[in-house]
């Protein structure tokens, strides 16, 4: 049997996607294992549920600190760790370039709007202000812009005239969890490439 590929998370706050992603990888819907779990904050809810599942789970405060030596810090880590694939998963914290180079295209992050609209903070705010009526999630793979790289899968769901911030980030959150396991599977199970901007199924005949 090929050996798992090795998941590195990174957090800073609830840990909702985390969790999902945990779930996912225990119920063996992702072929994978969480080798570190790492947050940048020491009051994080999803560092605490990382314990609490046994997972290898790191505090690397960043407040304070330069980016970089921070980020060469987390980098460390993740290589110590030896993972092959590393999931943002609402880590609040712009990767400096040197980062990114370190793992390329080996990066994913979960955004809660359809990029490329509503990039950076309060995307799901943003998206009510403009008046859109269809928003959604965007798993990406990270590149040295702000939520920019390719896109690896968006899913949508309505905006309704009810809504307020609180409302539609619920929505959304529920489809977040479901694509981010979705495109962590896919991308540890190769089943897709990068041509250009686009991220393509392989071997999938027809619409996938
Ligand atoms: C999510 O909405 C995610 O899209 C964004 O930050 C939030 C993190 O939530 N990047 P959680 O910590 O995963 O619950």
Do not use: W
Not at 103 to 121: E, R, V, Y
Not at 151 to 156: D, E, G, S, V, Y
Not at 165 to 185: D, G, N
Request: aromatic share 4%.
């Amino acid at each position: 049997m090929a050996t798992l590929k090795k998941l590195g998370i990174l957090l800073s706050g609830r840990g909702s996607n985390f969790e999902a992603i945990a779930d996912s990888v225990k119920a063996g819907r992702i072929p994978a294992e969480i080798a570190i779990v790492i947050s940048n904050r020491a009051d994080a809810l999803g560092l605490e549920s990382a314990r609490k599942r046994g997972l290898n789970a790191k505090l690397i405060i960043s407040k304070g600190r330069v980016r970089e030596e921070h980020d060469a810090e987390v980098v460390s880590a993740l290589k110590d760790a030896k993972v092959d694939l590393i999931c943002l998963a609402g880590y609040m914290r712009l990767l400096s370039p040197e980062f990114v180079r370190a793992f390329p295209n080996k990066i994913l992050n979960i955004h809660p709007s359809l990029l490329p609209a509503f990039p950076g903070l309060d995307a799901q705010k943003q998206a009510l202000d403009y008046g859109v009526k269809v928003s959604g999630c965007t798993v990406h793979f990270v590149d040295e812009h702000l939520d920019h790289g390719c896109i690896i899968l968006q899913k949508t769901v309505p905006v309704l005239d009810s809504d307020d911030e609180h409302a539609l980030s619920a929505r959304i959150l529920e489809q977040e969890h479901i694509a981010y396991s979705e495109a962590v599977r896919m991308v540890v199970s190769g089943e897709i490439e990068i041509r250009d901007r686009r991220v393509v199924r392989l071997n999938v005949k027809g619409p996938a």
